[in-house]
C-alpha cells in the first residue's frame, strides 16, 4: 500500500513552513534563521523550520523554570496520567508519525511504526513507575530515630536527540522526566525537526485538556550557534540527556562536568557479534543481518564486528554474502513495504561509507560485497548505498572507529570465548554486544565480570534495538549514562537522605559528645 | 555569508558541504554519527594541533573554493 506523504503531513500539521518553538500548547513566533527539511529518500524538500532565537531560548527557560514550581507538586500518579494520555495519543498517530519518521530520517516504514511503538512503550512503562517512585527506610543507629531516603524532583531536563532515533529517544527522556515532576527542554536534531514539530502537536491536545502548566513540555528547534555551549553551561538545567557521537558526549562532558551538572550521554559504540563453534549458525546469520543492514547501519546498536571462529569462519562468512544478495534486491524507498534498506541520512554519511571501504582496503581487508552507491532509477538522491562486508583485523584504524552506515567487519579468532572476549573488548567504545552458542559456559562467562565489557551484553539475541524495560547505554567511549527502563528514572531525579528525631534527646552520631 | 574561524561547523557543513571534505583531507572530521560535531571551525582545528596561521590558512583556502 502506497503512502501519501502529503495526507500524513495534513494530518499531522506539519505545514510549507513551521514554527520551531513550544512551551506545550503554544507555539512562538520567532525571527530565527528558516531552515528546510529534506527526505534522504527523494531529496525533495518536507517543509521549512521557523528556528529560534536566543532571546527564545531565555523565554523557554524562563517558562519552564516557572512551570516546574507547579509541576513538581503534582502528585506523581497524577503526572503518570498525563503520560498515560500521551501514549494514547501517539497511538492514534502512530501510522502517520512512524510514515514521517521514516520519510524525513530514511528508516524502513516498519521501523518508523517501532519507533513510534517504543514510545508507547516508554509511556506505559513511566506510568506505572509513576505508583513507583520509591525510596528506602533504613535502621537509624540512634534511638528513637528514623532514617529514610526518598526522591524528588529535579527541575529542568535538556534532551538533545539525534536524527536515528529522532522521536523515540525523546520519549524514552521525556516520559520518566514527567513522571519524576521534572520539566523537558528537547533541542531535536537540524535533520528531522518536523518529526519533533509532528510529537509536539501530537501532545498539544492531552497538554490543552488537562491544564497542564505552559513549559512542561518544550521544543527548541535551534542552531548551536544558538542552542549550543550556552545551552550545556546553564546552571538552570540540571540534567543534559544527550545522544549523539563521542566527540560531541565528550564536549557535553567538558562543559557540564565544569559546572557540576549531571549528564546522560549515549555515544558511539562499535558493537560486535561472537559467533563460536557451538552457535546456532542459521539463528546467527538472520539475527546479525538485521543488526547490519537494518536501519542502513545507522543505529547507535548496529553491529560493526561479527567475530567467528576460524571453524566456523567459512560457514558463517559465505552465508553473510549469500544473504547480503538476498538484501541487495531489497534497497529502496523506505515507504514502500517491499524493502528492507533505505536510504542513509544525506551525502556526507554516504561520503564516510566510501571512505571506510577505501579505508579498510588500505589496512589490508578484503572487500567481500557491497561496498558501492547505488546509481539510476529511484536513487536519485544520491543517499543509497550496497551494505559491505569486508574482512579485517581488529586492529585496523579504521576497524576501531565507528562508521555510521552499513559496513561489516569479518574477523577471524582462534582458541577459546576467551580470545574473542578479547577481540569484543579491544575497542574504545562499550555500547553493545553479543554472543551466539548454545554452550552454557561460554554464554556465562560472555555475562560474566570477565565477559564484555559493554552496557549491553546478549546470548543469542543481536547487538542491534534493545526493549524499554531494561537500562540503556554503555560504557568507555559510549558515555556511561543509562535511560529508559529498569531504575534509570532515579537518575531524573535529587536524591535526599533525611533523619528524624522523634525522642526527647539529642545524641550524635558515632556517639559524639559535645556537652556546652 | 563568509567564512571565518568562528563559523560553527553546523553552519560550515549546511551552507558549504564541499568543507567536510577539505577538512577531512587535513584529518578534521565534521561529522560523526551521521551529525556534526559541535563547536567552530578554530575549535576543531586546534584540537588537531593545528595553528593560527594554519587555521587561517585553511579560512582562506575555504573563502576561496567557496567563490569558484
Known amino acids: ?516 | 555569508m563568509h567564512i571565518d574561524k568562528n563559523i560553527t561547523i553546523e553552519d560550515l557543513v549546511d551552507e558549504f558541504p564541499f568543507s567536510v571534505n577539505f577538512l577531512s583531507k587535513k584529518g578534521i572530521k565534521c561529522i560523526a554519527c551521521g551529525e556534526p560535531i559541535w563547536g567552530t571551525l578554530e575549535e576543531a582545528c586546534l584540537e588537531k594541533n593545528f595553528s593560527q596561521e594554519e587555521i587561517q590558512k585553511f579560512v582562506d583556502e575555504l573563502n576561496g573554493l567557496k567563490n569558484n
Not at chain 1, 178 to 193: E, F, R
Not at chain 1, 301 to 306: A, V
Open chain 1, 1 to 516: 500500500m502506497a503512502i501519501d506523504i502529503n495526507k500524513v503531513l495534513n494530518t499531522l500539521g506539519i505545514k510549507e513552513v513551521n514554527l520551531g518553538v513550544s512551551t506545550g500548547q503554544n507555539w512562538h513566533k520567532t525571527n530565527g534563521a528558516i531552515t528546510s527539511s529534506s527526505s534522504p529518500a527523494d531529496g525533495k524538500e518536507i517543509a521549512k523550520v521557523k528556528n529560534a532565537t536566543i532571546e527564545d531560548y531565555e523565554m523557554v527557560v524562563n517558562m519552564a523554570q516557572e512551570a516546574f514550581k507547579e509541576w513538581r507538586l503534582v502528585p506523581a500518579p497524577e503526572r503518570g496520567e498525563i503520560v498515560r494520555q500521551i501514549g494514547l495519543e501517539l497511538r492514534k498517530y502512530k501510522n502517520e508519525l512512524g510514515a514521517l519518521v521514516s520519510y524525513e530520517m530514511g528508516k524502513i516504514f516498519q521501523e518508523g511504526l517501532g519507533e513510534v511503538q517504543e514510545m508507547i512503550d516508554i509511556c506505559d512503562f513511566a506510568v506505572g513507575q509513576s505508583r513507583l517512585i520509591n525510596g528506602v527506610s533504613l535502621q537509624s543507629e540512634r534511638k528513637e530515630h528514623r532514617l529514610f531516603e526518598q526522591y524528588q524532583p529535579l527541575g529542568i531536563v535538556g534532551i538533545v536527540t539525534s536524527f536515528n532515533f529522532p522521536v523515540a529517544v525523546w520519549a524514552w527522556n521525556s516520559a520518566l522526566a514527567a513522571i519524576a515532576g521534572d520539566v523537558v527542554i528537547w533541542k531535536p536534531s537540524s535533520k528531522t525537526p518536523l518529526t519533533a514539530i509532528a510529537t509536539q502537536r501530537i501532545i498539544n491536545d492531552v497538554l490543552a485538556k488537562n491544564n497542564v502548566p505552559e513549559g512542561v513540555f518544550n521544543l527548541i528547534v535551534a542552531k548551536s550557534s544558538v542552542m549550543g555551549d550556552n545551552f550545556l553551561a546553564d546552571k538552570r538545567i540540571p540534567l543534559l540527556s544527550v545522544t549523539g557521537s563521542t566527540a560531541v558526549g565528550q564536549r557535553v562532558g567538558g562543559i557540564v562536568g565544569k559546572r557540576l551538572g549531571k549528564t546522560i550521554l549515549e555515544l558511539g559504540g562499535n558493537n560486535a557479534v561472537i559467533i563460536t563453534p557451538h552457535a546456532d549458525i542459521k539463528m546467527a546469520i538472520a539475527s546479525t543481518v538485521f543488526g547490519t543492514v537494518g536501519t542502513a547501519g545507522q543505529r547507535c546498536t548496529s553491529t560493526r564486528r561479527i567475530i567467528i571462529h576460524e571453524s566456523v569462519y567459512d560457514q558463517v562468512r559465505d552465508s553473510m554474502v549469500n544473504a547480503y544478495k538476498s538484501v541487495a534486491t531489497k534497497i529502496g524507498n523506505p515507504l514502500d513495504e517491499d524493502f528492507l534498506v533505505g536510504p542513509l541520512i544525506d551525502i556526507h554519511s554516504v561520503n564516510n561509507f566510501k571512505n571506510s571501504v577505501s579505508e579498510v582496503q588500505k589496512e589490508g581487508g578484503k572487500i567481500l560485497f557491497g561496498g558501492e552507491v547505488m546509481e539510476g532509477k529511484s536513487f536519485e538522491s544520491g543517499n543509497y548505498v550496497m551494505p559491505c562486508i569486508a574482512e579485517a583485523e581488529n586492529h585496523y584504524k579504521i576497524v576501531q572507529e565507528e562508521t555510521f552506515a552499513p559496513i561489516v567487519y569479518l574477523i577471524k579468532y582462534s582458541g577459546d570465548i576467551d580470545d574473542a572476549i578479547e577481540i569484543n573488548n579491544n575497542v574504545p567504545q562499550g555500547l553493545s554486544s553479543c554472543v551466539f552458542t548454545l554452550n552454557m559456559r561460554e554464554a556465562e562467562k560472555f555475562v560474566s565480570a570477565v565477559g564484555s565489557d559493554c552496557g549491553i551484553a546478549n546470548v543469542n539475541v543481536g547487538t542491534s534495538g534493545a526493549e524499554i524495560g531494561g537500562a540503556f547505554g554503555g560504557e568507555k567511549d559510549t558515555g556511561g549514562g543509562r535511560e529508559s527502563g529498569s531504575d534509570s528514572w532515579k537518575i531524573y531525579m535529587r536524591r535526599q537522605t533525611s533523619t528524624f528525631n522523634h525522642s526527647e534527646e539529642l545524641p550524635l552520631a558515632q556517639g559524639i559528645k559535645f556537652d556546652f
